[in-house]
């Protein structure tokens, strides 16, 4: 069974901080891990994949992450805060590629102070 | 290319009423995934659905859950005889092929009294 675990349920930060969202993984087929962002009464957007190709990958909105295989880690990062960033943050596991069911973790929720 | 479509975006029902939710794929993709999320929790997954197939109910509740995909038409999530408990926000996403990545509608926010 896949797991994922997100440390630390409510983030902050001030503007123009470094963001630094941690997610872990647990599962027993090499994984393919997503960041979503979900903004308040929204669905979830895709942020990022890492799908066994480059472990750092860029995504939308100035948002990296890196698949550290030997840490099974998967945290998300952002040089500097905006305070459009303030939403919350899922990390998820799928086994196939995004085309099977994805285990999310609880999410975080980024708070973004001036 | 509209995005997965979800309605309606908020549902009231008073306990022991039936719930139904509808969803409409993006143009062109034919797998479709339920997703509830509880007050203060991540997504759970419920059900996986290609066009007039589950594939994958392993999150589905044993009893007064189901949920379809018809040849023509969106998929439906129906809840019967719901209680309290079911209030959540209701995730719809579809993806091309179940190789690629799914795509969220903005949810049904079913409150119960």
Redesign the interface.
Known sequence: AQSVTQLGSHVSVSEGALVLLRCNYSSSVPPYLFWYVQYPNQGLQLLLKYTSAATLVKGINGFEAEFKKSETSFHLTKPSAHMSDAAEYFCAVSDTGGGNKLTFGTGTQLKVEL | NAG?MQNPRHLVRRRGQEARLRCSPMKGHS?V?W?RQLPE?????MV?LQKENII?E??MPKERFSAEFPKEGPSILRIQQVVRGDSAAY?C?S?Q???????????T?LTVT
């Open positions: 997965v797998h995934y997703y929790e991540g997504l759970k997954f996986y994958d392993s999150g995730f996403a993806s092929d179940r190789s690629y990545e799914q795509y969220f509608g903005p949810g926010r």
